[in-house]
């Protein structure tokens, strides 16, 4: 079997589409077929069925997909290792996921960084809620996860990687602006959150029931997706958020929003690192997570 039409067969069963799984690859649809009816030949044996909206794996074509994952990990992996050998440095690519607290500051930059000293490596971070990002991970989508909350999932690790700094996010003028508010106080706030899945909301979500609070008891009106769409929102005027402080730094800085604290409710997390259970670790990965530890606080 050939490590492409390996390749191609895992990125449909990822994607369930085949167009996807092209998109993925910078190839044609037609392409990927053609090397998924030559991985069934090879096997004789239907390895995909076509017959819904999705497309998803027989039995067969599970079974394959378990071990095709790592057949395609050691490959990466002797790439990796004889190209250290050969030119001193880490080559290949290096795929990241992050929710969109440390995806929207923090690791962009330590990538950046890292990147510098690593001409030969092709670094790619994907931003999604914290939930999408360990299913991506456990499904070895993406190698590596940075997420500001720990859902169970059998098929991922966490280790804490650093700790983050939550604040209430308000417009410049707001009543609540450097003060420490009351529970009572911020039920007659409209408060703007991101969508469900997302690492902010589940840490908050969770205080509150420490506290015999309930989140959905609060003045919720407003459901924004992006971390983006929840600043712009605040800015404007039109609510108050709970947001990662990293994220909104500069906004501080520069007066553009301003921060509040809410009695008794703990706004510090972890953010963690998430692998997928018993992947072996790249020299990209491994590399990285030094070089971060060494520049995080």
Request: proline content about 3%; charged content about 30%; some cysteine.
């Amino acid at each position: 079997m050939e490590t492409r039409q390996l390749q191609a067969f895992c990125e449909v069963i990822e994607r369930q589409s085949f167009s996807q799984a092209a998109e993925r690859l910078g190839v044609t649809q037609p392409a990927v077929s053609l090397q998924v009816r030559a991985l069934e030949k090879r096997l004789g044996t239907q390895l995909l069925d076509r017959s819904g909206r999705r497309v998803e794996p027989t039995e067969a074509g599970l079974r394959l997909y378990r071990g095709a994952q790592r057949l395609l990990q050691l490959e990466e992996e002797i790439v990796n290792d004889l190209a250290e050998q050969a030119g001193g440095d880490l080559a290949g690519s290096f795929e990241v996921g992050a929710s969109t607290g440390p995806g929207g500051v923090v690791l962009p930059q330590l990538l950046c960084e890292f990147r510098e000293g690593h001409p030969e490596l092709r670094i790619a971070l994907s931003v999604f809620d914290t939930q999408t990002v360990v299913e991506r991970v456990a499904d070895r989508s993406i190698e590596l996860g940075v997420v500001g909350a720990a859902p169970r999932h059998r098929g991922v690790e966490y280790e804490p990687f650093f700790r983050d700094s939550v604040v209430l996010a308000c417009p410049p003028g707001h009543r609540f602006a450097g003060r420490t508010v009351t529970v009572d106080e911020l039920r007659e706030e409209t408060l703007i959150v991101m969508q469900d899945g997302a690492g902010v909301r589940q840490m908050m979500e969770d205080e509150f029931r420490n506290i015999g609070a309930r989140f959905r008891d609060l003045d919720v009106h407003l459901e924004l997706g992006l971390q983006e769409s929840v600043t712009t929102a605040v800015r404007s005027g039109y609510g108050v958020t709970f947001i990662s402080r990293s994220s909104v730094e500069s906004d501080l800085q520069a007066g553009t929003l301003v921060e509040a604290r809410v009695a008794d409710v703990e706004l510090e997390r972890e953010i963690f690192l998430v692998r997928a259970t018993g992947r072996s670790e790249s020299n990209a990965a491994r590399a990285f997570v030094e070089f971060a530890k060494e520049r995080l606080p």
